[in-house]
């Protein structure tokens, strides 16, 4: 399993969405658990770094990002 590199401020979009229904999540804190708020309605969530990595369908990086 490949991982998936993340930095604060990425935003990324999930392949299924949110029950507000944005698919887009932006990345508040990075770590064994990552914390991510949904740009639709604004819930945080915390989730395993592996099972959101499994959900994960693009990763859009921000400016100042090191991605890529």
Do not use: W, Y
Request: charged share 30%.
């Amino acid at each position: 399993m490949r991982i998936v590199k993340l930095d604060v401020g990425d935003t990324l979009q999930m392949k299924k969405k949110h029950p507000c229904g944005a698919a887009e999540f932006i990345v508040l804190r990075v770590g064994s658990d990552i914390r991510i708020r949904c740009t639709g309605c604004g819930h945080d969530i915390t989730v395993a770094r592996e099972k959101l990595e499994k959900n994960i369908k693009n990763v859009i990086p921000t400016k100042g990002s090191q991605n890529g």
